[in-house]
């Protein structure tokens, strides 16, 4: 079975900082990994996604994340950080093309840009 | 492309009333899934549906229940209400099951 452990619950950081938000997942097969953003009273948005191919996959609002095999991590950065990124984000897993279980989702990490 | 709608938007109920809130997915979409999300416990899976069948159902009581009907559209209801079902409930669509969900923008329950 799939797992995915948000390692931070929250993160307060200035605006203009940089941020990495911590995904670390597990899995017997191979996967497809998400990020995603809810901001305030709203469903969740998809940020960005890694499917196969390059390990390091890029975003809207200029986030980022990279996939790490080895230690099995899905991190997501940005490298200056605005007061508008003020949202909860979630990291998620899904088995790939097996598809037999839907996806699996971090309990988020709040993320919050102090001015 | 429209995105994925939920109705209502905000709902009040009594305890021990049931309630039903409704899906449209994406068009094209056939795999609707249903989440509960709350501060304490945070997004927790309630059920998957694909081709009107359901495929995956987390760890909730038999008082939740859902359909899928032909046209991908889902329904999800809740009978005999408690305060702690007082949550945001929210649908997502995707093409196929293990594809990345497009969330719509929840369904607000309150009970009291």
């Known amino acids: 079975a799939q797992s995915v452990t948000q390692l931070d619950s929250q993160v307060p950081v200035f605006e203009e900082a940089p941020v990495e938000l911590r995904c670390n997942y597990s899995s017997s097969v191979s996967v497809y990994l998400f990020w995603y953003v809810q901001y305030p009273n709203q469903g969740l948005q998809l940020l960005l996604k890694y499917l196969s191919g390059s390990t390091l996959v890029k975003g809207i609002n200029g986030f980022e994340a990279e996939f790490n095999k080895s230690q099995t991590s899905f991190h997501l950065r940005k490298p200056s950080v605005h007061i508008s990124d003020t949202a909860e984000y979630f990291c998620?897993?899904?088995?790939?093309?097996?598809?037999?279980?839907?996806?699996?989702f971090g309990k988020g990490t709040r993320l919050s840009v102090i001015a | 492309k429209a995105g994925v709608t939920q109705t209502p938007r905000y709902l009040i109920k009594t305890r021990g009333q049931q309630v039903t809130l409704s899906c449209s997915p994406i068009s094209g979409h056939r795999s609707v899934s249903w989440y509960q999300q709350t501060p304490g416990q945070g997004l927790q899976f309630l059920f998957e549906?694909?081709?009107?069948?359901?495929?995956n159902k987390g760890n909730f009581p038999g008082r939740f229940s859902g359909r899928q009907f032909s046209n991908s559209r889902s329904e999800m209801n809740v009978s005999t209400l408690e305060l702690g079902d007082s949550a945001l409930y929210l649908c997502?669509?995707?093409?196929?099951?293990?594809?990345?969900?497009?969330f719509g923008p929840g369904t607000r329950l309150t009970v009291t």
């Open positions: 997502a669509s995707s093409l196929n099951r293990a594809d990345e969900q497009y």
């Open positions: 998620a897993v899904s088995p790939g093309n097996s598809g037999n279980t839907p996806l699996v």
């Open positions: 549906y694909f081709s009107e069948t359901q495929r």
